[in-house]
């Protein structure tokens, strides 16, 4: 088909991907524990899992974001002053607590589409920042759990052409080429064959790195990180099973892995993210090489 540029369409399937990890649930039922993505995470309840007292601070500065939403157009140098804005504000708050006897390390400090940062925070010091006046809310960081689906399901009628179950979307003409599409997800099989020629080494936001490679389940290497790769393959995946093909086979995915194995409550290593990862996350996919301007 003609390679012609998707413009938006990166970023409404971005917000679409966000959605299928972050909110769907998986269904009731007993499924056969090999045919699906995720061992331990299909139906409710969700395993507990620890968030360490972790805290997302959100502040009144602007982000950049917000101000590029005012004036809608700003220059390279614009945009790196108010992120050096949005930092030096969280500085100030950080000062502060520091000057009540409170250290607070960030895990992850937030510029483009908030102001604000995420660290462990005991009472006292969320107590003194619902006091100050530059913060504009303090909330409990949440699990993130992927959704999971038998993969036997693929060849069946209920996941048939007319079902609309497929991902049998795509706009005559287009085909993605000159697009890259941001990937917030578990780790991606930067090797597999579906995705070969399609994938950028990506970011790793849980293990701190430049490389969003998927990892194995550190109790049990035999199980690996596929969500991320199949929501790769229904991006710009070809030639997949039962039929599957992308939805944009002349894209390029840029993964950014904001969901891992780390341990649930019980000591078992769980496939999840946070949400402070995932804001970190969207702030990456909008400033992919962290020089402040998006």
Same mark, same amino acid.
């Not at 941001?182 to 080494?201: E, F």
């Given at each position: ?15 679409? $991907?966000?959605?299928?990890?972050? $909110? ?11 045919? $699906? @993505? ?12 620890? @968030? ?54 960030? /895990? ?61 979307? &795509? ?38 790195? /430049? /490389?969003?490679?998927?990892? @194995? &389940?550190?109790?049990?290497? @035999? ?45 078992? &290593? ?18 992919? &090489? ?5």
């Amino acid at each position: 088909m003609p390679r012609r540029s998707l413009g938006l369409l990166g970023v409404a399937i971005l917000t679409i $991907v966000l959605g299928v990890t972050v $909110v769907a649930r998986g269904r009731n039922g007993t499924v056969v524990q090999q045919a $699906v @993505s995720w061992r331990g995470l299909v139906g409710d309840p969700r395993s507990a899992v620890p @968030s360490g007292q972790r805290m997302i601070v959100v502040l009144h500065t602007p982000s950049v974001s917000d101000r590029l939403a005012k004036v809608r157009y700003a220059t390279e140098a614009q945009e790196r002053s108010w992120t050096t804005q949005a930092y030096a504000a969280q500085q100030q708050v950080l000062t502060t607590l520091a000057a009540a006897g409170i250290t607070v390390r960030p /895990d992850f400090s937030y510029s483009r589409v908030l102001d604000g940062f995420a660290a462990p925070l005991d009472p006292r010091a969320v107590s003194l920042l619902e006091h100050l006046p530059e913060v504009g809310g303090s909330y409990p960081v949440r699990a993130a759990f992927p959704a999971s689906v038998s993969e036997s399901l693929l060849s069946t009628h209920a996941f048939g052409a007319e079902s609309g179950h497929r991902s049998d979307v &795509n706009l005559p003409g287009y085909d993605g080429r000159g697009v890259t599409i941001a990937l917030l997800d578990t780790g991606v099989d930067l090797a597999h064959p579906y995705l070969r020629g399609r994938l950028l080494a990506g970011i790793d936001l849980v293990d701190k790195s /430049d /490389d969003a490679t998927a990892h @194995s &389940n550190p109790q049990d290497p @035999s199980q690996l990180e596929r969500h991320g790769t199949e929501l790769a393959g229904l991006l710009v995946g070809a030639g997949g099973p039962g039929g599957l093909h992308g939805v944009a086979p002349g894209a390029t995915v840029l993964p950014i892995r904001v969901a891992g194995w780390p341990p649930a409550a019980d000591g078992r &290593n769980l496939v999840y993210g946070r949400s402070d990862q995932l804001i970190a996350g969207l702030d990456r996919a909008v400033d992919p &090489n962290g020089d402040g301007d998006s």
